[in-house]
């Protein structure tokens, strides 16, 4: 009865986080850690190994959806992936290296400068110009609605942060979602809406590196991982749809608020 109680928990988990994390191209794992850190206290190498699974199950879920729609820069999407995959080996291996004291507290310090960059940044207004893109390449497409998008990108610059984004979605499991947004959007001014949706479709090819990375380490523990996945499946079904007619600030800045709380809640379990 515990089990199944313990399933129903983590269905729910797995479903706000995928749902939440599908809605800003993140993947859901920078929520589902700290719940599953500070209620449940999963050891940090299974934490990892499920909120993986999870984030990949529930990006190729939402993936597919922002393909249908014809939001994903398929280009840019690829050079995260593919270089990501190697990152996301690494990062694997540095899972089984770190306590679980810097664990937290470095968990804590990331999501902490996401959430002040979430508060600080202003709205992009979808013109293109790009902040830092040496070596830039013009973009053009025409989504399923009909949206015109031109913006440019900087692949030199995107391989660079595609292996960073491998590293950290494996180590944190949390997809590399918190480094490509703000890549997408402070660095090349992309518009939110492509960015969400080329993140989401990166996350889940480099999540199957990194899942499979952390399952041969026996990372992957099906007692925490079906759940969250079945959540991620949810989440991530509903996600690209609620996108599609919401763009507030408010959510960004509330959800900002939630990480900066679930950092306190980590580095708190260290202090004294």
Same mark, same amino acid.
């Given at each position: 009865?515990?089990?199944?109680?313990?399933?129903?928990?983590?269905? #729910?988990?797995?479903?706000?986080?995928?749902?939440? =994390?599908?809605?800003?191209?993140? =993947?859901?794992?920078?929520?589902?850690?700290?719940?599953?850190?500070?209620?449940?206290?999963?050891?940090?190498?299974?934490?990892? =190994?499920?909120?993986?699974?999870?984030?990949?199950?529930? +990006?190729?879920?939402?993936?597919?959806?922002?393909?249908?729609?014809?939001?994903?820069?398929?280009? /840019?999407?690829?050079?995260? !992936?593919?270089?990501?995959?190697?990152?996301?080996?690494?990062? #694997?291996?540095?899972?089984?290296?770190?306590?679980?004291?810097?664990?937290?507290?470095?968990?804590?310090?990331?999501?902490?400068?996401?959430?002040?960059?979430?508060?600080?940044?202003?709205?992009?207004?979808?013109?293109?110009?790009?902040?830092?893109?040496?070596?830039?390449?013009?973009?053009?497409?025409?989504?399923?609605?009909?949206?015109?998008?031109?913006?440019?990108? +900087?692949?030199?610059?995107?391989?660079?942060?595609?292996?960073?984004?491998?590293?950290? #979605?494996?180590?944190?499991?949390?997809?590399?979602?918190?480094?490509?947004?703000?890549?997408?959007?402070?660095?090349?001014?992309?518009?939110?809406?492509? #960015?969400?949706?080329? +993140?989401?479709?990166?996350?889940?090819?480099?999540?199957?590196?990194?899942?499979?990375?952390?399952?041969?380490? =026996?990372?992957?523990?099906?007692?925490?991982?079906?759940?969250?996945?079945?959540?991620?499946?949810?989440?991530?079904?509903?996600?690209? !749809?609620?996108?599609?007619?919401?763009?507030?600030?408010? /959510?960004?800045?509330?959800?900002? !608020?939630?990480?900066?709380?679930?950092?306190?809640?980590?580095?708190?379990?260290?202090?004294?």
């Amino acid at each position: 009865m515990e089990a199944f109680v313990l399933s129903l928990a983590l269905i #729910a988990v797995g479903t706000a986080a995928s749902l939440y =994390g599908s809605l800003v191209g993140l =993947g859901g794992g920078f929520i589902a850690i700290p719940i599953l850190r500070i209620f449940f206290g999963v050891p940090t190498t299974l934490v990892a =190994g499920a909120s993986i699974a999870m984030v990949t199950v529930s +990006s190729l879920v939402s993936g597919v959806s922002f393909v249908r729609a014809r939001r994903v820069d398929v280009p /840019l999407a690829l050079t995260f !992936a593919l270089f990501g995959i190697p990152g996301s080996i690494v990062g #694997a291996g540095l899972a089984h290296m770190i306590s679980t004291k810097w664990f937290d507290l470095a968990y804590a310090l990331l999501i902490v400068t996401f959430a002040a960059q979430l508060i600080l940044r202003r709205r992009t207004d979808g013109d293109g110009h790009a902040h830092f893109a040496p070596f830039a390449t013009e973009r053009e497409f025409v989504d399923r609605d009909g949206n015109t998008w031109r913006y440019r990108v +900087s692949y030199p610059v995107s391989i660079v942060f595609g292996f960073i984004v491998g590293v950290i #979605a494996s180590l944190f499991g949390i997809g590399g979602g918190i480094v490509q947004m703000p890549v997408m959007i402070g660095l090349f001014a992309i518009p939110p809406h492509i #960015a969400t949706a080329t +993140s989401a479709a990166a996350i889940a090819v480099v999540g199957i590196s990194g899942t499979i990375a952390h399952m041969q380490r =026996g990372d992957v523990h099906a007692l925490y991982a079906v759940p969250l996945a079945i959540g991620g499946v949810i989440g991530g079904r509903l996600g690209p !749809a609620i996108n599609r007619r919401l763009s507030s600030p408010a /959510l960004l800045k509330a959800l900002a !608020a939630a990480l900066i709380l679930a950092a306190i809640g980590l580095a708190a379990k260290h202090i004294a």
